[in-house]
């Protein structure tokens, strides 16, 4: 008898969607068909849509050190109530950021304590941490994350060209790719320096020091040096349809690129930031309509390779300050991630392939991102038609400000389950294990 079946549901596979069970023995799909064996526990999914369970690439739950931001027992908690099961956490906004082994240590132990779902860990590009990135390898890092431009923590200072250079053909030697945040320092810097002469500190001054220009430039300048050093590079967070083309120029010129963008970008612009104000300020920021129509009309066509949700939250008096340049630049929206999308439009084999087999295949997660046998049993079941009004009072997240509060978004999640384990369900965290932590597959490279 299989510990699990789920029973009835349209099963989102690699090959398209299907009519049928699922088996679960030992935390692993046993059987995928009709008319399965009868298992300890069932669940009926009839008129449901069963999906892999959402790999989030891009999130900060800011653990340890800052968890007054969000912390993982919160933040895991928001992500499984919106079908996820493995996320990876940036090296920043912890205290302290995860640049070396030790650092490494001290957050998977707080993840172990504290996650309800599997996670991952990026390790950190900064000047002078060039001799860890090997011991950050040997620890499990999915990948090295650098800043372009500042970071907003100075104690993740931003990865000049040459520490970047190096940081990519280190990457590349161990096997692991490189996460850009990419905005021109330069070209930001500059132009924040010249607003602030000027005495202006309002929305549209910081709009105006951070152009679609400056994404631009930096994804030209890492697609150079991701070829020079054959590393692979992954663009977090594209803005535009004017970056995404410059990463697509890069990818044709020979750069091995992978193309992240957000909910939020699809999902407003830089109109919404002036109407709502703080709760929409990110970095890079949110775009006119066109670049925010031509980013949707690449995701239409599959330029696209992934979503991430960039979820950054802070303490609510972060979010006030009359000068809009020192309020901090993070959306909260881990929970909201696939029915965003889902009001988008995209159907739910699109959205499987967006966020989880793709970033499971990218990043040689193993045993995930897919509903075949043998897979890790991660599922979403969602109620794909119905609708609902996303409300504070149900929010999972520390802090429950969110841009999409009082919007209509579509998909609601019945339930959660990681490696076989329902961990939500019908708006209760029903876990009783927490999550682990997940180590890729990478393919070192040899000296000659």
């Not at 959402?54 to 968890?67: A, C, K, Q, S, V």
């Not at 001799?131 to 990865?159: I, Q, T, Y």
């Not at 096997?175 to 202006?200: D, F, N, Q, W, Y």
């Not at 400056?214 to 054959?230: D, S």
């Amino acid at each position: 008898m299989f510990d699990l079946v789920i029973r009835g549901g349209v099963v989102v596979t690699p090959h398209g969607t299907i009519n049928a069970d699922i088996a679960i023995e030992n935390e692993r799909i046993a059987a995928l068909g009709p008319e399965l064996p009868s298992g300890k526990s069932e669940i009926d999914a009839s008129g449901m849509t069963v999906m892999p369970g959402l790999i989030d690439i891009h999130l900060h739950f800011n653990e340890p050190g800052r968890t007054e931001w969000e912390g993982a027992a919160t933040g895991s908690r928001a992500f499984a109530a919106g079908g996820g099961t493995l996320y990876f956490d940036m090296p920043l906004n912890s205290s302290p950021c995860t640049v070396g082994p030790h650092e490494f240590d001290a957050k998977s132990k707080a993840l172990a304590a504290a996650s309800i779902t599997d996670f991952a860990l990026w390790g950190g590009i900064i000047p002078g941490n060039l001799n860890a990135l090997g011991d950050l390898a040997e620890c499990g890092v999915v990948g090295f994350k650098a800043f372009m431009c500042d970071s907003g923590l100075p104690e993740f200072p931003r990865a000049d060209d040459l520490t970047l250079y190096e940081g990519m053909r280190a990457a590349a030697r161990l096997g692991l790719p490189v996460a850009v945040h990419a905005e021109s320092e330069e070209i930001t810097k500059a132009l924040a320096r010249r607003i602030a002469a000027s005495a202006r500190h309002d929305i549209p001054a910081f709009l105006e020091s951070r152009p679609v220009l400056a994404e631009v430039e930096a994804i030209h300048r890492a697609g150079l040096l991701a070829r020079e050093t054959k590393c692979k590079l992954h663009i977090v967070h594209i803005s535009s349809g004017s970056g995404v083309a410059a990463a697509l120029e890069a990818r044709s010129l020979g750069a091995d690129i992978s193309i992240e963008t957000c909910p939020h970008y699809l999902m407003f612009t830089d109109d919404d930031l002036l109407r709502t104000g703080a709760l929409l300020k990110c970095t890079p920021p949110l775009r006119g309509a066109s670049e925010r129509d031509e980013l949707w009309a690449a995701v239409q066509r599959g330029e696209v390779d992934m979503f991430g949700s960039d979820h950054s939250p802070c303490p609510p008096e972060m979010k006030q300050a009359e000068d809009f340049f020192g309020i901090w630049g993070g959306i909260a929206g881990v929970q909201s991630t696939r029915s965003a999308l889902a009001r988008k439009g995209l159907d739910p084999w699109r959205l499987a392939e967006l966020t989880s087999a793709n970033p499971a295949t990218r990043f040689g997660i193993r045993d995930k991102g897919t509903i075949e046998t043998g897979q890790h049993a991660d599922f979403e079941i969602a109620d794909p038609v119905k609708s609902y009004t996303v409300d504070s009072s149900a929010q999972h997240q520390r802090h429950r400000a969110s841009p999409y509060l009082g919007m209509k978004l579509r998909s609601v999640t019945r339930q959660t389950i990681r490696r076989g384990q329902v961990i939500w369900s019908d708006g209760k965290i029903t876990a009783t294990t927490n999550g682990k932590l997940v180590i890729p597959q990478r393919k070192m490279k040899t000296r000659n």
